[in-house]
């Protein structure tokens, strides 16, 4: 399990169980997904942790990670269970930090929940309230 | 507070080590430019499995196409390039952009798009950035001594610096590049290290032409995941070369190829049928509305080749050569330019075939190309058929 960004974050947790892709799917300005087919289809991310297995699609979805942040329509933070590095250089961008957590943790952590993500030093930890 | 029952409690840890002074460049002591660089190299590192960063020499950056970062790129490198501390630091050079500024006006392109190119070409300007705005820097650079460490972004490119130029390279992202070039470092990770394939390609088609090894190229880089041996190839011109990066570079994630049989290594043919299967899925025309040369941009030497082809003979359909500026100003002056530009092609510097709004799908419906690389992009991205025919071919079927 690792760090990928840095920083501390609290927030509710907003899961999906399937991958996101930035570029393709997410609005650069809002934030929604207008994928219809997607678990996450126009749900707000603003605030929220962002729970989901790993992105996909064009490394450029970078670009849209540092866009939704601009407008105040980030995550405050993101966990997936795999590394890419569009969310990698994406988080990095736009300075949210990004953890990559186990299977099992994955499927403990529900949608809703309270969670307090630290990972601000070589260590990090994430509390989860139901 | 907590319901302690219900806490997940899980610790993480970062792989890679970074030394005093990179932890306090990453900890904002050096502005802001930097932490957000060092931030990208870590998160970068960690995606790769870098224990550690290593310096570089010449970022090679892409990321410049207005018609692939979007407005949300745009943004962003404005915003970065009027920070404290916004330049870099080794010799960075561009990728193409989507246009020729000479020749713009003549397409129908729209003002915002343009604007938005120069504004990013005025980003990396004010960085320090190279405006070199080639794919194939390789060709128009010096290239340092064997072993150096580089970071370069285009894949054609990263692939011809390890395999032919003995430079070490990642496939590196547009955004770990550009980190690259302002801390002058990059992560230590697999392509950077001693590298052995565990895939040999067998190439067993007679009398191959440039697009034969492209699609060579672009077998070879599905076949494995970060370098791969390539057996049967004598001798290789460097149109042919090119062609070869060009097609690996496209496929997929292999950054290096090395010719000859790999030891141990799993052998896997290239014959008549594999090479149909490849042209099946990129060919998709019968005939072009437009010829395009390079993907990658013609070199010097490409273009001379060209020159004494179209001796005499005129093009009956549009064609237009991409190559770099550097290249096109030397071979106006050699006198190469002259035969093409008789002939009736447009050469356009600053851009390529791959993402070049300058090819509009509204307007055309398939376009002739030599390029693997090309028509993958052209059939992908800009949305035209494909129809695949060797230069030699495209000579003698489109001029009289």
Same mark, same amino acid.
């Given at each position: 399990m690792r760090v990928i960004v840095k920083g501390r974050a609290q927030g509710?947790?907003?899961?999906?169980?399937?991958?996101?892709?930035?570029?393709?799917?997410?609005?650069?300005?809002?934030?929604?997904?207008?994928?219809?087919?997607?678990?996450?289809?126009?749900?707000?991310?603003?605030?929220?942790?962002?729970?989901?297995?790993?992105?996909?699609?064009?490394?450029?979805?970078?670009?849209?990670?540092?866009?939704?942040?601009?407008?105040?329509?980030?995550?405050?933070?993101? =966990? *997936?269970?795999?590394?890419?590095?569009?969310?990698?250089?994406? *988080?990095?961008?736009?300075?949210?930090?990004?953890?990559? =957590?186990?299977?099992?943790e994955f499927e403990r952590m529900r949608d809703g929940q309270r969670v307090a993500v630290d990972a601000e030093s070589g260590q990090a930890s994430v509390n989860v309230q139901s | 507070?907590?319901?302690?029952?219900?806490? %997940?409690?899980?610790?993480?840890?970062? @792989?890679?080590?970074?030394?005093?002074?990179?932890?306090?460049?990453?900890?904002?002591?050096?502005?802001?430019?930097?932490?957000?660089?060092?931030?990208?190299?870590?998160?970068?590192?960690?995606?790769?499995?870098?224990e550690r960063l290593v310096p570089i020499r010449w970022a090679h950056l892409s990321g410049v196409n207005y018609n692939t970062i979007g407005d949300a790129g745009e943004a962003f490198l404005s915003d970065l390039s009027k920070k404290d501390g916004a330049r870099v630091r080794v010799k960075t050079t561009l990728n193409p952009m989507g246009f020729d500024a000479d020749s713009v006006s003549d397409y129908d392109l729209g003002d915002d798009f343009v604007s938005k190119q120069m504004s990013i070409r005025d980003s990396y300007e004010k960085m320090g950035v190279i405006p070199s705005f080639s794919c194939i820097p390789?060709? $128009?650079?010096? @290239?340092?001594? !064997?072993?150096?460490?580089?970071?370069?972004?285009?894949?054609?490119?990263? %692939?011809?610096?390890?395999?032919?130029?003995?430079?070490?390279?990642?496939?590196?992202?547009?955004?770990?590049?550009?980190?690259?070039?302002?801390?002058?470092k990059s992560p230590y990770s697999a392509m950077r290290k001693d590298n052995t394939p565990d895939v040999t390609v067998r190439m067993m088609i007679d009398d191959p032409d440039e697009m034969a090894y492209g699609m060579l190229g672009f077998f070879a880089g599905r076949a494995a995941d970060s370098s791969?041996?390539?057996?049967? %190839?004598?001798?290789?011109?460097?149109?042919?070369?090119? !062609?070869?990066?060009?097609?690996?570079?496209?496929?997929?994630?292999?950054?290096?190829?090395?010719?000859?049989?790999?030891p141990g290594s799993e052998k896997v043919d290239f014959d008549k049928r594999e090479m149909q299967s490849v042209h099946d899925e990129l060919n998709t025309a019968e005939g072009g509305d437009?010829?395009?040369?390079?993907?990658?941009?013609?070199?010097?030497?490409? @273009?001379?080749?060209?020159?004494?082809?179209?001796?005499?003979? !005129?093009?009956?359909?549009?064609?237009? $050569?991409?190559?770099?500026?550097?290249?096109?100003?030397?071979?106006?002056?050699?006198?190469?330019?002259?035969?093409?530009?008789?002939?009736?092609?447009?050469?356009?510097?600053?851009?390529?075939?791959?993402?070049?709004?300058? @090819?509009d799908p509204g307007r055309i419906d398939a376009v002739t190309t030599n390029s693997i690389k090309g028509g993958y992009y052209l059939k992908n991205s800009t949305g035209v058929g494909v129809n695949l025919r060797p230069l030699s071919g495209i000579i003698e079927d489109y001029t009289k």
């Open positions: 509710t947790i907003l899961k999906s169980e399937e991958p996101i892709n930035f570029l393709g799917t997410v609005d650069k300005i809002t934030g929604r997904v207008r994928d219809r087919a997607h678990p996450l289809y126009q749900k707000p991310m603003a605030g929220s942790v962002l729970l989901f297995p790993y992105g996909i699609g064009s490394s450029v979805g970078a670009y849209t990670i540092y866009s939704i942040q601009s407008h105040g329509a980030a995550p405050v933070a993101m =966990i *997936c269970k795999r590394a890419d590095l569009t969310v990698a250089t994406g *988080c990095a961008l736009a300075n949210i930090p990004l953890i990559l =957590i186990g299977d099992d | 507070m907590y319901d302690r029952t219900n806490i %997940i409690f899980v610790t993480v840890r970062r @792989i890679v080590e970074l030394t005093r002074e990179e932890e306090s460049a990453l900890g904002g002591e050096y502005g802001e430019v930097q932490e957000t660089a060092y931030r990208i190299l870590v998160a970068t590192g960690e995606a790769t499995d870098a390789y060709e $128009i650079f010096d @290239i340092p001594e !064997s072993g150096t460490q580089v970071a370069f972004a285009e894949s054609n490119a990263a %692939i011809h610096a390890n395999s032919v130029d003995g430079l070490r390279t990642n496939k590196e992202s547009a955004f770990s590049a550009l980190a690259s070039a302002l801390t002058g791969v041996a390539i057996s049967g %190839i004598p001798n290789m011109d460097t149109r042919s070369c090119k !062609s070869l990066c060009g097609g690996m570079g496209t496929a997929g994630t292999c950054a290096k190829f090395e010719l000859g049989d790999a437009l010829i395009t040369l390079g993907s990658p941009q013609l070199g010097l030497g490409e @273009i001379r080749d060209l020159s004494m082809m179209l001796k005499g003979r !005129s093009f009956v359909k549009d064609c237009m $050569i991409f190559c770099p500026r550097a290249v096109v100003e030397q071979a106006r002056r050699l006198g190469h330019t002259r035969e093409i530009e008789r002939a009736g092609a447009k050469i356009l510097s600053d851009c390529c075939t791959c993402l070049t709004p300058l @090819i």
